[in-house]
Structure formats: structure tokens, C-alpha cells
């Protein structure tokens, strides 16, 4: 059987290259690649539909990325030993590929759109999320699948000052930003990443660097597809058109829209008018068929995207009345849950968080097994979207795509300010239930977020605040409108969402979905410029309710001890199958974890209360403690000799009470001196080499007085 196998090879220009192969799997699907750099290889695959189902008008696309757990020679965790739902981090990828993917289509196809991207061989350096978007792009080029593409995305990371593109995951440690971009050769519609407070300017200049690479990866994707013989794609006519209802329903509804969209009401209100304005054309087109009724919606629907777009551009007002830089009120409390350890609530406008911190213990931490990704985490944030916030009957589902995608936006922006593990032992758990949703739950949780980490008294460096910034532009994009603080009408009518988390120092986070081609540089530096000061407004806002962490935890919150102990008492603190740890817990009421790093034993003792902590806290640096030639210790007489006694000075830790050195007068035997279970007080004169403990009694008693007449003057 022969194969056409073709290849492409993408020169990163530092001796690194992707390579781009298809023709030789999955030959069934519309499109297939394997991307491979270096061992890591991803397999993608993209199938759509020949016919759109009717009645739909939207693009129902998926992607899903998942990894193989083969890839890494792993065998997966838990009772199936096999692959089962995404986790959060494979989901985490899949919207950036979503995200990057999805304004490219034609806005008129509609047929079922399935992208798979899979991680088959891995190399535990370099990471395969850059990779993705480039994957995906490049199975739908080599596809007759219509597509105004290609795209690519990169990671792009400063690295000792110097700007790089697909670093390795060990350079990541020591990287101030990191960001991933995606675009096609022409302009960016995707951003995503986080950033050590970094000025906006810095912002643009890593962007420009990575749009710089992915033109090069979009030219490889176009020479591919002419290679591989692709560039007619197929035809198709998935929308009913009626462009007299068209023109009829513009002419008879768009100044009552217009009317509406001026009139700055609430979210609620300005619906149910828009509602009514719609329902009431309808009637009076009377008998109707399905397909008429549904062009309808669909048209009225242009009517007020173009009707609240004009209004924004021509007399520079929203939908709320507000300036296109004005935020909404804010108002904010702390400490309204009196049972948590800390708690918030964060009000902008129709948008509301309820956050929480619980401090935690090392038991506590997050086990992430994943087959790229493994370990241990201590920051949490969990992001909750109920139905009743928008006012909508939803069932509770658990968190979605969308949610986690929000929850991931704010725990990168919060734990860039968290203290070191040395000032913060705990986990940290962090919950935002949002209550009200008008625009920007995500920042609402970073701001909530903030309020609630100083109410729990957790020593952050800086506050941190965010916000949602929304563009509108004409067709020709020579007039626009930025957006400070946007709602959820806005989001959803214009043609950006950007949203910006920082500090009074810089930003520390970003999230930017564009759903137009040709946004330019002054344009985005403008709306980082213009996020800014809202951001600071904000933070303003914020520092009427609190300005600095408390000085201490909450009187109900737990507390945690780290003690480092020398390796080699580690084995003598947990005990043979754990019973020493097990019999302190059981004893104290503490929790005790320990753990070896950098050949320290580091301890930490959690409890709810001082009186556990310091019981085990003394238990353990009794049995961690080495003896000291020259300290005083209160002993027990472990066991007798006929030449002396052996005293336990410290758990585990006996010397030898010499015959000699029990007393000044000397005795003929051990008889009736001591008991098993005497207490005894003794200094520690000597260890040999061995580690023998040579103890005396003598040393601490007075001299008897000498028998020697006194010297004559």
C-alpha cells in the first residue's frame, strides 16, 4: 500500500523546527496532521458535517484536546486505568483553540464541526499547548472544509530580559510574562496568559514578537494546502435569505431600537422592550411559516446589533448611560460570612461575587495527574455560574467549560501576589459564587478574589484588580469605540473582549477574544491604556472597604507550624508504619505532614488551636532533637546494670548513668539506687563516636567539703 506522505518543516530560527506531516494517519477524516517537535507529537483530526441541520444558525463547533497518558509512559490513576473526561488543564486547551479557531469560519456555515486534537508522544520539555491551535489549524487546511484561516498560536515568554518563542517548561520558571498568542498572518484574535505586573507597553512588544512567528507557522499551513491540493473547499448554503423581510423589518424597527438603547435602562427592562418591539412586527406579518418566523428573529436581531453599535459610535452612549470610560458603581463588604476565614462580596454595577478563602493544610493540597502535567497544588480557585444569576431556570451540571476557563483567568491573576511558601504554609482554596451576572463575572472574582485573601489575613503583595474592555468599530474600521467595563449585551454585540488584571504596579493577567480581522497596534495599546485607569478606579473602590491584609488570621481559623528537622529523624518522627505521627495526631488532635526536600525534613503541624499545636510541636522537637554535651536533661532510668544505669534523655535517645557518676561517694554495687521509671537528672558529658551518651548525676550535685585541716596563716 502506498502512502502520499507530505511534510512541511517550520524553522523557528534558533536551531529548534516544528514539523507538520499529513497523509499518513487517520486518513478518514476531513483533515489530518501530526504536528511533532522534538518527541512531543500531536495528532489532529477535524470532520464536518456535509449538510447543516435545520433550523440552526450557528456554528455548533467542538474541539476537544486530549492526552494519552501512553504518551508520557503512563499508565492512568484511578479505578478505570484508563482515559476518562478532560481535565481541567485539557480543557483549559481546548478553549484556546476554540477560541482562536472559531471567529475564523464563514459566518453562514453551520453544518456539525468536530476538531480532536490528541497528545501521542510527549517530551516532558516541551510543552504540547503551543502546539495546539497550530495542530488544529493545520488538519482544517489540508480539509475542504470552508475556512478563512490559517491561524497559529505560540507561546511567547520573557526569559532573563530576553523575549521567547515555545520556551521549554523548565525555562517557564524564570520567565516575568508568558502569554499565548494566536492569530492569522495578518492579525491577532486570541491572548491569554499571565505576567509579574508588567507595563502595558512590555504587553505589546511580546505580542508583536509572537505575531512575528505565527506568520511564518500560517505561510507553512498555505503552501501545505496547496501541496496537498485543497484550496477549492466545499459549497454549501446552510442560511434561508429573504432580503425584503430584511429591508422591512430594519425600516419598520430600527429607530424604536434605537430609541430603546438610548433611554440608559436596566438589563431586565431594556429586554423585555426590545422583546416587545420584535413580537410585535411579527404579529403583524400574521400566518407565517417556521422558516419565515425564524428569519425574522434572526434580522430583528441585526436590527439591534446595528441599532446599539451606532448609538455607541455616533453619540458615544451605551446602553446604561454611561461614557465609554465611566465603570459602574461598586460597592464591597468583608467578612460577611462569620464562619469562613475569610469572605467577600463584590458589587459593579448587575454583576455580583459572594468569594470565600479557606486556609488549609498540606492534606489539603490538589493532586493533579495528568500525563503531561503532575503534581501537587496549594492554590485553588473554583468559579460558580448558577442560572439564577442571569435570572435563567438552569440545571446545576457542575462546572463547565466556561467556568473553568473564568475560574483559571482569576487564579492566575491572584497567585501572582500570594506570599512564598516560607510566609504561607496553607492551601488556599478560593470559591466565587456569582449572584448577579451582567458583564465581567470573571474580574468581579478577582476583585471578590482580593477582598476576601485580605479579610483571611493571607499577606498579599498587592491587591489586585481587573476589568472587561469591549470595542466597536464600523465596517471599515475607521471609527471605533473603546469600552471600559463592559456588559454582557456589550460582549455580545461587539467585536472585542479583552479583559486586563493587575496591580497598582502593572498587569498581572490577561484574557483578549477578538471577533473582528484588523485590529492595529494603536488601537490595543489604546485599550490597555484605557484598562489601566479603569483598573486603578477600581482598586480605588476596593481600598474603601480594605486596604491591607488583617494583621492576623481569623480567631476560628486554623493554624500551621513548619519545623525542619534533620533527614535522618524523619523515619523516627513517622515511626515503624507510621505509629509515632499516627499516636501524636491521635494524642494532640494536630494534623502533622512531613515531607523531605532538599534533604531537610520539613514538618507542619496544623491545628485549630495554640494548646495542639505546641503538644506536638514539643513531641516532635523532643524526638528531632540531638543531645548537646554540656545540657541538663530530666531522665528516666530505662533499664539497670550492675556497672550503672540507662537513662532516656530524649524519646529514642539513651546514655549511660556510669556507677562513677551517680554520685561523689562511691557505691560497691547498683542495689536499691534506682527503680526502672526513676526520674533523674543529668548532664550529657560526652558522645563518642559511635553516638554513645556518657551522662553524669555527680556533675550537678555540690562538692562535699574537704576533711583537710585549714592551711595556717
Same mark, same amino acid.
Given at each position: 500500500?502506498?502512502?502520499? =506522505?507530505?511534510? /512541511?518543516?517550520?524553522?523557528?530560527?534558533?536551531?529548534?523546527?516544528?514539523?507538520?506531516?499529513?497523509?499518513?494517519?487517520? /486518513?478518514?477524516?476531513?483533515?489530518?496532521?501530526?504536528? /511533532?517537535?522534538?518527541?512531543?507529537?500531536?495528532?489532529?483530526?477535524?470532520?464536518?458535517?456535509?449538510?447543516?441541520?435545520?433550523?440552526?444558525?450557528?456554528?455548533?463547533?467542538?474541539?476537544?484536546?486530549?492526552?494519552?497518558?501512553?504518551?508520557? $509512559?503512563?499508565?492512568?490513576?484511578?479505578?478505570?486505568?484508563?482515559?476518562?473526561?478532560?481535565?481541567?488543564?485539557?480543557?483549559?486547551?481546548?478553549?484556546?483553540?476554540?477560541? &482562536?479557531?472559531?471567529?475564523? *469560519?464563514?459566518?453562514?456555515?453551520?453544518?456539525?464541526?468536530? #476538531?480532536?486534537?490528541?497528545?501521542?508522544?510527549?517530551?516532558?520539555?516541551?510543552?504540547?499547548?503551543?502546539? &495546539?491551535?497550530?495542530?488544529?489549524?493545520?488538519?482544517?487546511?489540508?480539509?475542504?472544509?470552508?475556512?478563512?484561516?490559517?491561524?497559529?498560536?505560540?507561546? #511567547?515568554?520573557?526569559?532573563?530580559?530576553?523575549?521567547?518563542?515555545?520556551?521549554?517548561?523548565?525555562?517557564?520558571?524564570?520567565?516575568?510574562?508568558? *502569554?499565548?498568542?494566536?492569530?492569522?498572518?495578518?492579525?491577532?484574535?486570541?491572548?491569554?496568559?499571565?505576567?509579574?505586573?508588567?507595563?502595558?507597553?512590555?504587553? =505589546?512588544?511580546?505580542?508583536?514578537?509572537?505575531?512575528?512567528?505565527?506568520?511564518?507557522?500560517?505561510? !507553512?499551513?498555505?503552501?501545505?494546502?496547496?501541496?496537498?491540493?485543497?484550496?477549492?473547499?466545499?459549497?454549501?448554503?446552510?442560511?434561508?435569505?429573504?432580503?425584503?423581510?430584511?429591508?422591512?423589518?430594519?425600516?419598520?424597527?430600527?429607530?424604536?431600537?434605537?430609541?430603546?438603547?438610548? !433611554?440608559?435602562?436596566?438589563?431586565?427592562?431594556?429586554?423585555?422592550?426590545?422583546?416587545?418591539?420584535?413580537?410585535?412586527?411579527?404579529?403583524?406579518?400574521?400566518?407565517?411559516?417556521?422558516?419565515?418566523?425564524?428569519?425574522?428573529?434572526?434580522?430583528?436581531?441585526?436590527?439591534?446589533?446595528?441599532?446599539?453599535?451606532?448609538?455607541?459610535?455616533?453619540?458615544?452612549?451605551?446602553?446604561?448611560?454611561?461614557?465609554?470610560?465611566?465603570?459602574?458603581?461598586?460597592?464591597?463588604?468583608?467578612?460577611?460570612?462569620?464562619?469562613?476565614?475569610?469572605?467577600?462580596?463584590?458589587?459593579?454595577?448587575?454583576?455580583?461575587?459572594?468569594?470565600? #478563602?479557606?486556609?488549609?493544610?498540606?492534606?489539603?493540597?490538589?493532586?493533579?495527574?495528568?500525563? *503531561?502535567?503532575? $503534581?501537587?497544588?496549594?492554590?485553588?480557585?473554583?468559579?460558580?455560574?448558577?442560572?439564577?444569576?442571569?435570572?435563567?431556570?438552569?440545571?446545576?451540571? $457542575?462546572?463547565?467549560?466556561?467556568?473553568?476557563?473564568?475560574?483559571?483567568?482569576?487564579?492566575?491573576?491572584?497567585?501572582?501576589?500570594?506570599?512564598?511558601?516560607?510566609?504561607?504554609?496553607?492551601?488556599?482554596?478560593?470559591?466565587?459564587?456569582?449572584?448577579?451576572?451582567?458583564?465581567?463575572?470573571?474580574?468581579?472574582?478577582?476583585?471578590?478574589?482580593?477582598?476576601?485573601?485580605?479579610?483571611?489575613?493571607?499577606?498579599?503583595?498587592?491587591?489586585?484588580?481587573?476589568? &472587561?474592555? $469591549?470595542?466597536?468599530?464600523?465596517?471599515?474600521?475607521?471609527?471605533?469605540?473603546?469600552?471600559?467595563?463592559?456588559?454582557?449585551? %456589550?460582549?455580545?454585540?461587539?467585536?472585542?473582549?479583552?479583559?486586563?488584571?493587575?496591580?497598582?504596579?502593572?498587569?498581572?493577567?490577561?484574557?483578549?477574544?477578538?471577533?473582528?480581522?484588523?485590529?492595529?497596534?494603536?488601537?490595543?495599546?489604546?485599550?490597555?491604556?484605557?484598562?489601566?485607569?479603569?483598573?486603578?478606579?477600581?482598586?480605588?473602590?476596593?481600598? @474603601?472597604?480594605?486596604?491591607?491584609?488583617?494583621?492576623?488570621?481569623?480567631?476560628?481559623?486554623?493554624?500551621?507550624?513548619?519545623?525542619?528537622?534533620? @533527614?535522618?529523624?524523619?523515619?523516627?518522627?513517622?515511626?515503624?508504619?507510621?505509629?509515632?505521627?499516627?499516636?501524636?495526631?491521635?494524642?494532640?488532635?494536630?494534623?502533622?505532614?512531613? %515531607?523531605?526536600?532538599?534533604?531537610?525534613?520539613?514538618?507542619?503541624? +496544623? !491545628?485549630?488551636?495554640? &494548646?495542639?499545636?505546641?503538644?506536638?510541636?514539643?513531641?516532635?522537637?523532643?524526638?528531632?532533637?540531638?543531645?548537646?554535651?554540656?545540657?541538663?536533661?530530666?531522665?528516666?532510668?530505662?533499664?539497670?546494670?550492675? *556497672?550503672?544505669?540507662?537513662?532516656?534523655?530524649?524519646?529514642?535517645?539513651?546514655?549511660?548513668?556510669?556507677?562513677?557518676?551517680?554520685?561523689?561517694?562511691?557505691?560497691?554495687?547498683?542495689?536499691?539506687? +534506682?527503680?526502672?521509671?526513676? %526520674?533523674?537528672?543529668?548532664?550529657?558529658?560526652?558522645?563518642? @563516636?559511635?553516638?554513645?551518651?556518657?551522662?553524669?548525676?555527680?556533675?550537678?550535685?555540690?562538692?562535699?567539703?574537704?576533711?583537710?585541716?585549714?592551711?595556717?596563716?
Amino acid at each position: 500500500m502506498s502512502l502520499n =506522505v507530505i511534510k /512541511k518543516v517550520i524553522d523557528l530560527g534558533d536551531g529548534r523546527t516544528i514539523e507538520i506531516e499529513t497523509g499518513k494517519l487517520a /486518513k478518514q477524516a476531513d483533515g489530518s496532521v501530526v504536528v /511533532k517537535m522534538g518527541d512531543t507529537m500531536l495528532l489532529a483530526t477535524v470532520v464536518s458535517s456535509p449538510e447543516a441541520k435545520e433550523g440552526v444558525d450557528f456554528l455548533p463547533l467542538s474541539v476537544d484536546y486530549q492526552e494519552k497518558y501512553a504518551a508520557t $509512559g503512563r499508565i492512568p490513576g484511578g479505578f478505570l486505568r484508563r482515559e476518562a473526561r478532560l481535565s481541567d488543564y485539557e480543557v483549559l486547551i481546548s478553549r484556546l483553540v476554540d477560541r &482562536a479557531l472559531r471567529p475564523m *469560519f464563514p459566518e453562514d456555515y453551520h453544518a456539525d464541526t468536530q #476538531v480532536m486534537i490528541s497528545l501521542i508522544s510527549a517530551d516532558k520539555d516541551i510543552m504540547p499547548d503551543a502546539l &495546539a491551535g497550530l495542530a488544529a489549524s493545520a488538519a482544517l487546511s489540508v480539509s475542504d472544509i470552508p475556512f478563512n484561516g490559517p491561524i497559529s498560536e505560540v507561546r #511567547v515568554a520573557k526569559i532573563d530580559g530576553q523575549l521567547v518563542i515555545n520556551p521549554t517548561l523548565s525555562q517557564l520558571a524564570n520567565a516575568t510574562l508568558e *502569554f499565548i498568542v494566536a492569530g492569522n498572518e495578518h492579525d491577532i484574535n486570541m491572548v491569554e496568559g499571565e505576567s509579574a505586573e508588567i507595563q502595558e507597553e512590555e504587553l =505589546v512588544e511580546a505580542i508583536k514578537f509572537a505575531h512575528t512567528a505565527i506568520k511564518v507557522q500560517c505561510l !507553512a499551513q498555505k503552501e501545505l494546502t496547496v501541496e496537498v491540493g485543497k484550496t477549492e473547499k466545499r459549497v454549501y448554503n446552510h442560511e434561508h435569505s429573504n432580503e425584503d423581510l430584511k429591508k422591512a423589518i430594519y425600516e419598520a424597527t430600527y429607530q424604536q431600537v434605537y430609541d430603546i438603547a438610548s !433611554a440608559a435602562s436596566a438589563k431586565e427592562e431594556r429586554g423585555a422592550k426590545f422583546k416587545a418591539v420584535r413580537d410585535a412586527y411579527i404579529e403583524t406579518l400574521g400566518e407565517i411559516d417556521d422558516i419565515t418566523k425564524s428569519l425574522a428573529k434572526k434580522y430583528y436581531h441585526d436590527v439591534e446589533y446595528d441599532a446599539i453599535r451606532n448609538l455607541v459610535l455616533d453619540e458615544g452612549k451605551r446602553l446604561d448611560g454611561r461614557s465609554t470610560t465611566q465603570i459602574r458603581p461598586i460597592w464591597s463588604e468583608v467578612g460577611y460570612l462569620p464562619s469562613a476565614h475569610g469572605s467577600a462580596v463584590f458589587t459593579r454595577g448587575e454583576t455580583q461575587s459572594l468569594t470565600t #478563602v479557606t486556609l488549609g493544610a498540606k492534606d489539603d493540597e490538589q493532586m493533579i495527574d495528568g500525563a *503531561f502535567i503532575n $503534581g501537587y497544588q496549594k492554590f485553588l480557585l473554583h468559579y460558580n455560574f448558577p442560572g439564577f444569576s442571569t435570572g435563567e431556570v438552569r440545571p446545576n451540571r $457542575g462546572a463547565g467549560r466556561r467556568e473553568i476557563g473564568h475560574g483559571n483567568l482569576a487564579m492566575r491573576s491572584l497567585k501572582r501576589v500570594l506570599p512564598s511558601e516560607d510566609e504561607n504554609p496553607y492551601t488556599i482554596r478560593i470559591v466565587s459564587d456569582i449572584l448577579e451576572s451582567n458583564g465581567s463575572s470573571s474580574m468581579a472574582t478577582v476583585c471578590a478574589g482580593t477582598l476576601a485573601l485580605m479579610d483571611a489575613g493571607v499577606k498579599i503583595t498587592n491587591p489586585v484588580s481587573g476589568i &472587561a474592555m $469591549g470595542l466597536i468599530t464600523n465596517e471599515m474600521g475607521t471609527k471605533y469605540a473603546i469600552l471600559s467595563d463592559i456588559l454582557g449585551d %456589550e460582549d455580545h454585540l461587539g467585536d472585542m473582549d479583552f479583559k486586563v488584571t493587575g496591580t497598582k504596579n502593572g498587569i498581572v493577567a490577561v484574557q483578549m477574544d477578538l471577533k473582528i480581522n484588523g485590529l492595529s497596534y494603536e488601537v490595543l495599546s489604546n485599550a490597555l491604556n484605557q484598562a489601566k485607569d479603569g483598573r486603578l478606579h477600581i482598586l480605588g473602590e476596593m481600598a @474603601k472597604t480594605i486596604t491591607a491584609p488583617r494583621e492576623d488570621y481569623k480567631p476560628h481559623a486554623p493554624r500551621i507550624v513548619t519545623i525542619k528537622i534533620d @533527614k535522618e529523624f524523619i523515619g523516627a518522627v513517622i515511626g515503624p508504619g507510621g505509629k509515632i505521627i499516627q499516636e501524636m495526631q491521635r494524642e494532640t488532635g494536630a494534623t502533622i505532614s512531613i %515531607e523531605e526536600v532538599n534533604n531537610v525534613g520539613i514538618v507542619q503541624v +496544623f !491545628a485549630d488551636n495554640k &494548646a495542639a499545636i505546641d503538644a506536638a510541636v514539643g513531641r516532635i522537637r523532643a524526638i528531632a532533637s540531638k543531645p548537646e554535651v554540656g545540657e541538663i536533661y530530666e531522665g528516666k532510668v530505662k533499664s539497670i546494670m550492675p *556497672f550503672g544505669a540507662f537513662v532516656e534523655i530524649m524519646p529514642g535517645k539513651d546514655g549511660l548513668l556510669h556507677i562513677s557518676e551517680i554520685d561523689h561517694k562511691r557505691f560497691e554495687s547498683m542495689d536499691g539506687i +534506682f527503680q526502672v521509671g526513676d %526520674e533523674v537528672r543529668v548532664k550529657l558529658l560526652d558522645v563518642d @563516636k559511635q553516638g554513645k551518651l556518657k551522662l553524669s548525676r555527680k556533675a550537678l550535685l555540690p562538692k562535699p567539703e574537704s576533711n583537710k585541716p585549714a592551711d595556717k596563716e
